[in-house]
């Protein structure tokens, strides 16, 4: 199987993502409310919190993002979701979203035309700036070998960052 970055992305803007992800949170890390909330879901059975920063931003006019961290240093790991823009149901073949998640020694990941992957996220309210953003998520995510991992019960709740 060959690695497919969704379209209109390349592997170096996915990084390019994540670290301003981490900017952004590094930036927001005050007493005022920012980076509050909870990411939380199951993988391959196991429950996982990323409970660090998680925050939520627009990252164009036309797509949000969701971002949570396992730990104190914005690396690895962490789980990224992007959608589009309001809320509403999002998944694979064509629902223009991703799901990704590095752990300490694989990136996964679920996207329109990525073989083998699928999504869906569910937006139910998305605040303004300083607000809440919740949803679901579930997905099968791959890496660029082929291994899949099964992610259940996500749930997102997250303060607005951007």
Avoid at 4 to 22: D, F, V, Y
Avoid at 63 to 70: D, S
Wanted: with cysteine.
């Amino acid at each position: 199987m060959r690695w497919k970055m969704p379209a209109g992305r390349s592997a170096a803007a996915g990084i390019l993502t994540a670290l301003l992800a981490a900017l952004i949170l590094i930036s927001g890390c005050d007493d005022d409310g920012g980076g509050s909330g909870t990411l939380t879901f199951t993988v391959d059975g196991s429950p996982v919190e990323y409970s660090f920063e998680p925050q939520a931003g627009e990252e164009d006019s036309a797509t949000m993002w969701v971002v949570g961290f396992g730990d104190v240093f914005f690396a690895h790991p962490f789980m990224y979701l992007t959608f589009p823009t309001g809320t509403g149901t999002y998944s694979s073949p064509s629902g223009g979203a991703t799901i990704e998640h590095e752990t300490t020694t694989r990136s996964f990941q679920a996207s329109d035309g990525l073989a083998g992957s699928s999504y869906e996220i569910t937006v139910t309210r998305c605040g303004a700036v300083g607000e809440t953003f919740q949803g679901t998520f579930s997905g099968v995510l791959v890496d660029v070998l082929g291994n899949s991992q099964a992610i259940t019960n996500g749930q997102f709740s997250v303060a607005r960052a951007q």
